[in-house]
């Protein structure tokens, strides 16, 4: 079965400084990986998907992910962060067949002024 | 194109109550999922539809939980009697195709239960 790690819970960032937010993946064969944000009191939002192909995957509102096959990671970066970016962002990967997504435990992103 | 649709955004009851909750999918969506998001953790699935057939219950307490996708477009998903473990924010997905694991799933804004 599929799993996800987020190892970090909570991150700060200024404003205007870039943004890495890590995600570890476990899975037996080649993974679907997504990631998606939630703001408060919202539903998620899909950011950008990866599934084959170039393994820099580019995303809504600036965003972008890298998949590392050898570290079984597909991290999440944004070059300069915005205030409007403070939310809950999530990792998730899906298996094949019916498409099941299983999320990772979330990093709440904070953004100072 | 509208999203997804949920209600009751809040709810409150005691343990033992039942509550249902409802979802409309975007239009023309064969899939509809369920999932449970309990503070500081993931969504986990509940149930996933595909069209009106489950496909995938294996998360379900499904002595006290059940769900139904009428026509395969809305659904329900009910809980009774409830659980003071049951609160958490229920979220509502669906995606477009039947068969495939590359397919963006669209979320609705959720219901927040809590349980007293």
């Known amino acids: ?113 | 194109e509208a999203g997804v649709a949920q209600s009751p955004r809040y709810k409150i009851i005691e343990k033992r109550q039942s509550v249902a909750f409802w979802c409309n999918p975007i239009s023309g969506h064969a899939t509809l999922y369920w999932y449970q998001q309990i503070l500081g953790q993931g969504p986990k699935l509940l149930i996933q539809f595909q069209n009106n057939g489950v496909v995938d219950d294996s998360q379900l307490p499904k002595d006290r939980f059940s769900a139904e996708r009428l026509k395969g477009v809305d659904s329900t998903l009910k809980i009774q009697p409830a659980k003071l473990e049951d609160s958490a924010v229920y979220l509502c997905a669906s995606s477009l195709a039947v068969r495939t694991s590359t397919d963006t799933q669209y979320f609705g804004p959720g219901t927040r239960l809590t349980v007293l």
């Open chain 1, 1 to 113: 079965a599929q799993s996800v790690t987020q190892p970090d819970i909570h991150i700060t960032v200024s404003e205007g400084a870039s943004l890495e937010l890590r995600c570890n993946y476990s899975y037996g064969a080649t993974p679907y990986l997504f990631w998606y944000v939630q703001s408060p009191g919202q539903g998620l939002q899909l950011l950008l998907k990866y599934f084959s192909g170039d393994t820099l995957v580019q995303g809504i509102k600036g965003f972008e992910a890298e998949f590392k096959r050898s570290q079984s990671s597909f991290n999440l970066r944004k070059p300069s962060v915005h205030w409007s970016d403070a939310a809950e962002y999530f990792c998730a990967v899906g298996a094949t067949g019916f498409q099941k997504l299983v999320f990772g435990t979330g990093t709440r992103l904070l953004v100072s002024p």
